[in-house]
């Protein structure tokens, strides 16, 4: 890998600035992701400013909602995080080995890098990776890319489980950044990639986030992350399926639905939230769901499985979480 | 006596503490190290190289190109680079045949300046068109002279016969070894001598390999390999790794590491090759064959005139029939060259011959056990041969009973607990038992200890305690009085780790090895007037925890310790040879044995499967050690899940490089992808191989996959003919 | 850069450590404890596993200068002289190894499960070793040295 220079920042400002300061500079926080990155060449930065120090580990609840310091380890241990919102610590288990959820950082998480193939290994072209070579994932092994939201430049999947429960959760980020500090949903952090698909998230260079906001949803405590891969554990996700739900009386009040492993980004299912809500919460509601849930879907030539699988995840993750 | 005895580990200690040493953990003064540049395309030729950028990056000292490269000599690979191996010239032209070829060596002061400077190097290819896989040539496939195929009888009279036909095509991917060590060379040469520390399953083949690439005499070079962190048969032959280590230590004038990454290990040796396995089966309304006819289609390099030998033979059969047609062919693809991985052949084979089978029983109506001991086979079915031993028959009934066989209700879909559907399946397994030519040193020092020297190799599965235990038996001391020193080109030569080999060889080689010490010491104690057994007849001595003594008179006796320092003799020695028939030759076929009974649970509407219940029954002749033993059946069983329901190395045909070449991307089983495995054995005897040690490194794994294939088919009725078995393809 | 670590309780000081360099890489090449092994460099083997500040982390993912002023255990210091741990006894007597190549690994992981967990559940253990791959003994021989190396401890 390319040499390049190391600082620790004390504050999240200095922080903000050192990396604001030089194009070449990047955050490294628990690393898991960066080290991989710059060691195979997806990255290639000037400066690597370690945020490992910075007094973002804390995980608060405040009224009902639960405030996620953005170097907070093991968030999914927490007992609070486990009580009021499963799904997430569902998520955050389920997201990587005890080695590598030891150190991982919810801000990285979030931040991390698709595991399209053709991204990771840099002998394949990838727009994602470098503008204008083209996207091998069209034609090539695209088992497990996109169904939604994909361009003709790049159809790469988000590969983060926690931002999956977060979008579900209406969650927010925090951030600060070399313009100030901001608040942006989950969902809206990621942009689809259409023609600039390197252009990954609507962060600025050196804006830092601080802390990810969930914001009071009661009924978050009967939730549930389902994750379907190609061996038991330790593995991402073929297709994933967070679902926050609040029945009352046999109908359906409210309802959270969102998919992984199908998108660029977390794929909020509304379509399905709306063939639920107000409805008897019923088979035929959860089938109609699971049904709405592949609204849109445009699957490659290896990934038309997808589909079926997300319409079944999304009726097997509702039947689940209604036992809770 | 100590074979059969569940001896413990004797590196175990060594291995929990973190001090066996690997061929990348052992530090030398001086040592560089060295990091190859894969060819980014799969075909074409090399137009420029800008190698100035790797020059100029920091701690560079050499690049190593065709342009500059030591010239080699051709290395025939059918005689001398092991099962199959590098048989193009490594550097020494500007063509490409497959992906990651090397086309550059960087050597630096550090590692991480050698993976610098070598992301640095900049190649300009001429491309050609390039075969990513078989499916794009089928019209092409060929025979090869070296893979005869099988006749046995008339096949058409035989289906003529044929109550029942059925007819099954197997797709079989691409799978890596994948061992957890990567392939590591350390090359240090002083003067004309060479040394190669190599993670290798084969010291004698890299020593031979090298030899005749540099125009060395093998003298000249010595190759070792303390420790091995498995092989699975990717680490067998000569593969560019040992060629540019050693010519980077060559160039440099320095001893040169070269460890290559996990991405880099999809091309610095074989693989299992993608194939399609056709097979037809004529069978009478009882379900006895009539008619077997079968083939396959296989992947083999672009540039071999003819397939590996490895993986040219085809998978025998297990079964009785009068008419036995077998027909294997190849197609030409730009890959590295495929090469066994945990069986040549028995461990695809049999995925498309045990599905056939179990289709026959569900239209014959058999259960699918009965059916195969109905064509159990009394001879070996494709020369007539008398089997050595054959314990099949008594594994079936041992697996069967441990299974709960009876039990199984035949139809599909109709075993189920809650939402998950139930499938029982099996598979008979089977896997040639020889061993190949060697020889070993034993020597007995005059403390009563014992050293084996043999130049054989431990791959993880218990050579050097095996040994130990042969040994002990055959000097008539206690195990733990018995040290090996092994994978030593040095030593005693033995062949190649591979091939289910090792264990059988080293029973012969090392009882004849120790009882050639014992009689020579034997004979010093009754010529030596001092000794309690002067004058005796050294047939009337035994031996027994190191002391000699007459068989029929116990007290009349003295310890080997005391003969040898009252004659001052500091050690005594012996050479022990094993020289076997070749492989497939003599008068009766060898063969180990199995059967696998799987328990899986499909969820029928994610598509997800589990292995939830496993019964391996092996019968391998005599179990030299039942505990090593057992873990390595269990181990071999879960290669197994991972060839049925994991692993592939996924092809990107646009640029025929494989796309998932990472442990993310590549899926081996992890913990929870593994059951509890009931791993019993069947001990016969066998006369006809040394100490009836069969062998059965394969075998473990050979019939895992077939018997999972099954049991989805039994539960879910869906029969999957494309490995692995992924949940996309039980969506149904 | 210079790196100082407590590694398996003594302070460590090494020089010239560039900046890219892995935690492991600096163990293995710089401070003569190649007991951690690298079989993937992406953090999915847990062949590397080793204790930073008392969690068990890939220490190929950890960049070298994020250890600095931290304390590493590598499974070169877990056995007390020559009396080896329970875990690592274990693992020797269950048949538990086979090439080893993953062992190291998987030792330092057990370990601190048994910290943890008195008595785990079989499932427990699962998860706990989820990130330890083993390509040679299946698991099942490694379930049974890590039960085995909790009832030792349960007792002891």
Not at chain 1, 277 to 281: L, N, P, Q, V
Not at chain 2, 657 to 661: E, G, L, Q, S, V
């Given at each position: 890998m390319k040499p390049f220079a190391y600082t620790r920042a004390h504050t999240v400002w200095d922080a903000v600035a050192a990396v604001s300061a030089e194009p070449g500079a990047r955050y490294l926080a628990g690393g898991t992701e960066m080290v991989n990155l710059v060691r195979e060449g997806q990255e290639s930065p000037d400066r690597l400013v370690d945020i490992g120090d910075l007094p973002l580990t804390e995980v608060r609840v405040h009224g009902r909602g639960v405030r996620i310091g953005a170097l907070a380890k093991r968030v999914h241990e927490h007992p609070e995080v486990r009580r009021r919102l499963p799904v997430l610590a569902e998520a955050g288990l389920s997201a990587a080995s005890p080695q590598v959820r030891n150190v991982a950082t919810p801000g990285g998480n979030l931040l991390q890098r698709t595991r399209c193939h053709y991204f990771r290994d840099v002998r394949f072209p990838c727009n994602r990776r470098e503008p204008g070579t083209g996207c091998a994932a069209l034609r090539g092994v695209n088992r497990n890319n996109a169904i939604f939201g994909g361009s003709e430049h790049c159809v790469a999947v988000h590969p983060s489980d926690i931002a999956v429960a977060l979008t579900a959760l209406d969650a927010v980020v925090h951030t600060h950044g070399p313009a100030g500090e901001r608040v942006i949903p989950v969902e809206e952090l990621y942009r689809l990639p259409g023609d600039e698909p390197n252009r990954e998230t609507v962060l600025d260079h050196g804006e830092l986030i601080v802390a990810i906001d969930v914001p009071p949803t009661p009924f978050a405590a009967r939730s549930h992350y389902l994750k379907l891969r190609d061996r038991a554990s330790f593995a991402f996700a073929l297709v994933s399926v967070a679902v926050a739900l609040d029945v009352r009386a046999g109908v359906t009040h409210d309802v959270r639905i969102a998919l992984g492993g199908v998108a660029p980004r977390p794929w909020r299912a509304r379509a399905a939230e709306d063939a639920l809500?107000?409805?008897?919460?019923d088979d035929d509601a959860r089938a109609a769901a699971g049904e709405a849930a592949t609204t849109g879907a445009k699957p490659l030539p290896h990934n038309e499985f997808k589909v079926e699988l997300v319409r079944r995840a999304v009726v097997r993750a509702l039947s689940e979480v209604e036992g809770r | 006596m100590s074979v059969g005895q569940p001896v413990v580990r004797v590196e175990g200690r060594r291995k929990v503490t973190g001090q066996a040493r690997y061929t990348a953990d052992i530090a030398e003064d001086g040592l560089v190290h060295a990091v190859s540049v894969g060819a980014s395309v799969a075909s074409g030729r090399i137009t420029a190289m800008d190698t100035s950028a790797a020059h100029d990056a920091g701690g560079v000292l050499a690049i190593v190109t065709h342009h500059n490269a030591p010239r080699t000599h051709p290395v025939p690979g059918r005689e001398v680079s092991g099962p199959a191996g590098d048989t193009i010239p490594i550097l020494q032209d500007d063509r490409v045949y497959y992906a990651e070829q090397p086309v550059a060596v960087v050597v630096a002061h550090t590692l991480e300046q050698a993976r610098y400077a070598a992301s640095l190097v900049r190649v300009s290819y001429a491309l050609e068109p390039a075969v990513a896989t078989m499916y794009q040539r089928l019209g092409e496939a060929f025979e090869s002279r070296y893979a005869r195929p099988v006749v046995v009888g008339d096949v058409d009279s035989g289906f003529a016969q044929a109550d029942v036909v059925v007819e099954t095509t197997c797709h079989l991917q691409m799978q890596h070894q994948h061992p957890m060590e990567l392939i590591a060379m350390t090359a240090h040469w002083s003067g004309d001598e060479l040394t190669v520390r190599a993670s290798t399953q084969s010291v004698g083949v890299l020593r031979a390999g090298i030899a005749i690439a540099f125009g060395l005499?093998?003298?000249?070079v010595r190759v070792t390999s303390e420790f091995l962190g498995g092989g699975f048969g990717g680490k067998a032959s000569l593969w560019w790794p040992t060629i540019t280590a050693t010519m980077a230590a060559r160039v440099t004038g320095r001893p040169v590491r070269l460890v290559v990454s996990r991405a880099q290990m999809v091309a610095a040796s074989g693989h299992r090759a993608r194939s399609q396995q056709r097979v037809r089966l004529g069978a009478r309304r009882d379900g006895r064959l009539t008619a077997i006819d079968y083939d396959t289609i296989t992947e083999t390099s672009a540039w071999y005139d003819t397939p590996p030998p490895s993986i040219t033979s085809i998978t025998p059969i297990p079964y009785r029939s009068p008419a036995i047609r077998a027909i294997p062919r190849f197609v030409k693809v730009n890959t590295q060259s495929p090469t066994p991985m945990r069986s040549p052949h028995e461990g695809q084979g049999l995925v498309a011959i045990e599905s056939a089978m179990d289709e026959l029983a569900e239209r014959t109506g058999l259960d699918p056990l009965e059916l195969r001991r109905r064509n159990y086979a009394d001879r070996e079915p494709w020369t007539g041969k008398p089997w050595s031993s054959n314990g099949l028959l008594e594994c079936y009934d041992l697996g069967a009973r441990r299974f709960g066989w009876s039990r199984r209700d035949p139809k599909p879909r109709s075993m189920r607990q809650g939402g998950l559907l139930i499938g029982w399946g099996m598979s008979t397994a089977f896997r040639l038992a020889e061993s190949r030519p060697a020889s070993a040193r034993a020597v007995l020092h005059a403390d009563g200890t014992v050293l084996v020297q043999m130049g054989t190799q431990d791959i993880g599965t218990g050579t050097y305690t095996i040994i130990g235990q042969v040994a002990a038996d055959a000097v008539g001391v206690t195990v733990d009085r018995v040290t090996a020193e092994i994978a030593d080109t040095d030593l005693p030569p033995a062949p190649p780790s591979i091939g289910s080999f090792t264990a059988q060889t080293v029973s012969g080689t090392v009882t004849n090895a120790g009882n050639a010490l014992r009689d020579k010491v034997i004979n010093v104690a009754v010529a030596d007037e001092q000794s309690p057994l002067y004058g005796a007849a050294p047939e009337q001595v035994i031996v027994h925890n190191g002391r000699m003594r007459l068989r029929d008179d116990p007290a009349r006796g003295e310890t080997y310790a005391e003969l040898l320092r009252r004659n001052g003799l500091p050690a005594v020695d012996a050479i022990g040879q094993h020289n076997p028939p070749g492989i497939g030759e003599g008068t009766h076929g060898r063969y180990a044995f199995g059967v696998d009974f799987a328990e899986v649970r499909v969820d029928p509407s994610l598509g997800t499967v589990r292995v939830t219940r496993y019964v391996k029954v092996i019968e391998a002749g005599k179990i030299i050690n039942p505990r090593t033993t057992r873990s390595q059946v269990i181990g071999g069983v879960t290669f197994g899940i991972g060839q049925a329901l994991t692993e592939v190395s996924e092809m990107d045909t646009q640029h025929a490089?494989?796309?998932?070449?990472s442990f993310w991307g590549y899926h081996v089983p992890v913990n929870a992808d593994v059951p509890a495995i009931d791993a019993q054995f069947v001990e016969v005897d066998d006369p006809h191989v040394p100490q009836g040690v069969k062998g059965l490194g394969e075998l473990c794994t050979i019939g895992a996959a077939p018997a999972i294939v099954n049991a989805v088919a039994h539960a879910t009725g869906i029969r999957v003919?494309?490995?692995?078995?992924?949940?996309d393809k039980l969506l149904g | 850069m210079r790196l100082r670590c407590e590694v398996n309780g003594e302070s460590r000081e090494v020089d010239d450590?560039?900046?890219?360099?892995?935690l492991l890489y600096v163990l293995r090449e710089r401070m003569g404890l190649p007991g951690s092994k690298n079989a993937c460099e992406q953090g999915e083997c847990g062949s590397c596993t080793v204790y930073l500040d008392g969690v068990p982390v890939c220490s190929c993912l950890v960049a070298a200068g994020q250890a600095e002023g931290h304390e590493v255990t590598t499974v070169e210091g877990l056995a007390e002289g020559e009396q080896l741990d329970p875990v690592q006894q274990a693992f020797v007597e269950k048949g538990a190894v086979q090439c080893g190549f993953c062992t190291p690994g998987l030792i330092v992981a057990t370990h601190d499960l048994l910290e943890r967990r008195e008595r785990p559940s079989d499932p427990e253990i699962r998860e706990a070793l989820a990130g330890n791959l083993c390509r040679?003994?299946?698991?099942e021989k490694i379930l049974d040295a890590v039960r085995l190396a909790a009832d030792r401890k349960a007792v002891s």
């Open positions: 809500r107000g409805r008897r919460f | 005499r093998p003298e000249q490089r494989i796309a998932n070449a003919r494309e490995l692995p078995i992924t949940a | 450590v560039w900046p890219g360099e892995s040679c003994t299946g698991y």
